[in-house]
């Protein structure tokens, strides 16, 4: 019977006693080992590159590259799972949530330096690293597994509000990756994940460089560059189209996962100005997938979905309160 593989935890810390009290707790549980220590973000930042741990326990207040720094490098070249570690969540809020919007999983308050066995943040400290794990497992059995369906959607103007109301008519076992492409500064792109989680019993969060798509799950592009699937079908941002006025742009994401994305699947455009998502919506179809468009009565600015239509573009022309459901029947097809 095989050994099961201990987790690979990664430590990254300037201050020297409290990187010794991470690795004296991490010494502590036999199926975990150390990775690697680094002593500040930048560093971490190459580590990771030379061997990805499976999780770096990082310190957010670091010299060169702080801990928001460092995971955003880190989640865009060599992805992994992240834990931030800080004198006071709560404090550093607004640092906390910027390096969660790059990828990392949580955060918690630095354990006292105190060895104590049983000491309370040690105990924390373990028990939040042996919830983290299971996500780690998961992770490694999803990228073992098939790639799940995908429903592709494209939306601007009047977009969030056509957005919730999709979402909150799924169920929370819809199988299919839902990829969005919405326009809206990055800026706000975090918000509007938390606030579509309120609206729909999916997981929702933003599209991270690196990761890969993921069934069950809701993802949308949070940058001000284009957000498209590589051939190894993970997200990636890019700056090209330059010239593009529409950031990031649904026809450059649809084309992306026509090239890439080998199985069919559904593409949805929604309400929006001018003809953004258009022209990659009838590749799509022309690639067999089902494409929906948005009728002009439900649509806020019947621009983006006209388009499609006068393309020819769509195969089903439908209001925002039909497509939940046609979206449900089309993935259920795919899956038969």
């Not at 590159?49 to 060599?78: C, E, H, K, S």
């Not at 992994?80 to 004198?87: D, F, R």
């Not at 929906?292 to 499609?308: F, L, N, R």
């Amino acid at each position: 019977m095989s050994t099961p593989r201990k987790l690979r935890i990664a430590i990254a810390n300037d201050s020297m006693l409290e990187a010794e009290a991470l690795r004296r707790t991490i010494a502590s549980v036999p199926e975990y080992e150390i990775a690697w220590i680094a002593r500040d973000g930048g560093a971490a930042v190459n580590q990771c590159a030379r061997d990805t741990p499976d999780l770096v326990l990082m310190n957010l207040i670091m010299p060169v590259l702080n801990g928001v720094q460092a995971t955003q490098q880190i989640m865009q070249t060599n992805p992994c799972a992240i834990l931030l570690i800080t004198a006071d969540v709560n404090e550093h809020a607004n640092k906390v949530f910027e390096a969660m919007g790059y990828g990392a999983l949580d955060a918690i308050d630095t354990p006292s330096i105190g060895l104590e066995e049983n000491s309370l943040g040690r105990n924390k400290l373990l028990q939040k690293i042996a919830t983290l794990s299971k996500l780690v497992i998961r992770a490694d059995l999803r990228r073992a597994s098939p790639k799940p369906p995908l429903l592709a959607i494209g939306a601007s103007t009047g977009g969030p509000k056509a957005l919730a109301m999709i979402l909150s008519q799924l169920p929370a076992s819809f199988p299919a990756a839902i990829v969005i492409v919405q326009h809206v500064d990055a800026q706000f792109a975090s918000g509007l994940v938390n606030w579509l989680g309120t609206q729909t019993p999916l997981t929702v969060k933003l599209a991270i460089t690196g990761e890969k798509v993921e069934g069950n799950c809701v993802m949308i592009a949070g940058t001000n560059d284009h957000l498209i699937i590589t051939p190894q079908l993970t997200f990636q941002y890019t700056e090209e189209p330059i010239e593009t006025p529409f950031r990031p742009s649904v026809d450059i994401f649809f084309h992306s996962i026509m090239k890439n994305w080998k199985s069919k699947g559904v593409g949805l455009l929604l309400t929006g100005m001018g003809k953004d998502g258009a022209e990659g919506l009838s590749a799509l179809k022309s690639a067999g997938w089902h494409t929906i468009a948005q009728d002009e009565a439900t649509s806020i600015v019947y621009g983006m979905p006209k388009a499609a239509f006068e393309l020819g573009a769509a195969c089903e022309i439908l209001p925002i309160d039909a497509i939940a459901s046609a979206c449900n029947r089309q993935i259920s097809l795919l899956r038969a």
